[in-house]
């Protein structure tokens, strides 16, 4: 079965700009979240929806949005792009709970220049 | 904000030793833990999962977790030289921020041949 899929692998931009990432989930997994990391640490949570409802918001600005779709894949969105959101972002699904332990895909490397 | 403390290292062992990676928690309410590998430039594989106090063994890792202390941590027996990695540890979130992890910043351990 495949994986957790993200897209882009990688993407540059510059500041003020926006950014749009996509994951899509296991199969039959319900929950996705979304989290950020920066070199050096670990992942920090941004975003967390199940069956299509947001469950849970970390602390980042309104900037961050996100949702998910009827299939169960999200799309995250950035705008007003800073030096500062440079970073891998990670989506990772669970199964049905949303306390089940997360699979993470390959992450989107985005720079901003 | 649940924090999640892990030793610093780097951690350096030779292959055939035994690893002992430890990480601290800060909600003692909390109730899931998860073990993450992670590759440099890659992203977090789940390797463990553990919800009780005691052991739990999976061929060469044993994650072992004391609620009390509020401690959990991961013994590779073992090691090899593939098992050079960053080991994340992962709290899971409860009542309003159930579902959410929670990381510390990761334990970087190398396996000299």
């Known amino acids: 079965d495949a994986g957790v899929t993200q897209s882009p692998t990688h993407l540059i931009k510059t500041r003020g700009q926006h950014v749009t990432l996509r994951c899509s989930p296991i199969?039959?997994?319900?929950?996705v979240s979304w989290y950020q990391q920066v070199l050096g640490q670990g992942p920090q949570f941004i975003f967390q929806y199940y069956e299509k409802e947001e469950r849970g918001r970390g602390n980042f600005p309104d900037r961050f949005s996100a949702r998910q779709f009827p299939n169960y894949s999200s799309e995250l969105n950035v705008n007003a792009l800073l030096l500062g959101d440079s970073a891998l972002y990670l989506c990772?699904?669970?199964?049905?709970?949303?306390?089940?332990?997360?699979?993470f895909g390959d992450g989107t490397r985005l720079s901003i220049l | 904000q649940k924090e999640v403390e892990q030793n610093s290292g780097p951690l350096s062992v030779p292959e055939g030793a035994i690893a002992s990676l430890n990480c601290t928690y800060s909600d003692r309410g909390s109730q899931s833990f998860f073990w993450y590998r992670q590759y440099s430039g890659k992203s977090p594989e789940l390797i463990m999962s553990?919800?009780?106090?005691g052991d739990k063994e999976d061929g060469r890792f044993t994650a072992q977790l004391n609620k009390a202390s509020q401690y959990v941590s991961l013994l590779i027996r073992d090691s090899q030289p593939s098992d050079s990695a960053t080991y994340l540890c992962?709290?899971?979130?409860?009542?309003?921020?159930?579902?959410?992890?929670?990381f510390g910043r990761g334990t970087q351990l190398t396996v000299w041949p």
């Open positions: 992962a709290v899971s979130g409860r009542g309003s921020t159930l579902g959410r992890l929670y």
């Open positions: 553990i919800y009780s106090n």
């Open positions: 199969s039959g997994h319900k929950s």
């Open positions: 990772a699904s669970s199964p049905q709970g949303i306390n089940q332990p997360q699979h």
